[in-house]
């Protein structure tokens, strides 16, 4: 079974994802750590971001697999550098890349053959998974999700913060490939004002565990 969110950053789809996982005893993928990882390893070589044949030439001369819930970039594990600033500041830009989205989608696809999972990011229930059997898309208000970010990252700037959610909307929204998007078949589920637990319950009362 594949239970897949989409939702804006900071709707809350990675926490509530990782929490329904774990109480339906799911396997949670996360699409995004994908790109960030691919990301993460182009800064660490030196890579322009922005230059995408580099970039995609990385991604595909390195491993990406998961142990333990976390992303390894060959081996070694990275999940504690994919939420950098640095990182955040790129992800977008390289995920925009078509070639690489394809990389991507075939990867997760292939890790999530036979298996049941909950899976989250930007075009889960429209490109990737578009066959899901459950689809959620989560929502918030940029003041909210500004404010959520700012108790995560103690002495960052609200109004930055903000601004920085808004700009990273925009270009969500107008990638040429992957675009943020909400599928006519999703659930919506505005999380500004649910708590955590309260979405979750939500989304397994649907899904009828």
């Not at 909400?182 to 955590?196: E, F, G, K, M, N």
Request: charged letters at 30%.
């Amino acid at each position: 079974m594949v239970i897949a969110i989409d939702g804006p950053a900071g709707s809350g789809k990675s926490t509530i994802a990782r929490r329904v996982a774990a109480s339906l005893g799911f396997y949670f993928l996360n699409t995004g750590s994908f790109y960030r990882a691919y990301t993460l390893s182009a800064l660490e070589r030196g890579i322009d971001p922005l230059d995408r044949d580099k970039v995609l030439a990385n991604a595909e001369s390195i491993r990406i697999t998961v142990e333990n819930g976390n992303i390894c970039i060959d081996g070694i594990d990275s999940e504690g550098k994919l939420h950098t600033p640095s990182v955040d500041a790129w992800a977008s830009q390289v995920s925009s890349d078509p070639r690489l989205r394809e990389l991507v989608n075939a990867a997760v696809r292939k890790l999530a053959a036979g298996m049941n999972i909950v899976t989250e990011g930007r075009d889960t229930t429209t490109v990737i998974f578009p066959d899901a059997d459950f689809k959620f898309y989560f929502d918030a208000s940029p003041e909210i999700r500004a404010e959520r970010r700012v108790k995560d990252q103690p002495g960052a700037d609200y109004e930055s913060v903000l601004k920085a959610i808004k700009e990273r909307d925009r270009m969500d929204m107008e990638k040429e490939a992957g675009a943020l998007k909400r599928s006519p078949d999703a659930l919506y589920i505005d999380t500004s004002l649910l708590t955590i637990k309260e979405v979750c319950e939500k989304v397994i009362k649907t899904v009828g565990k």
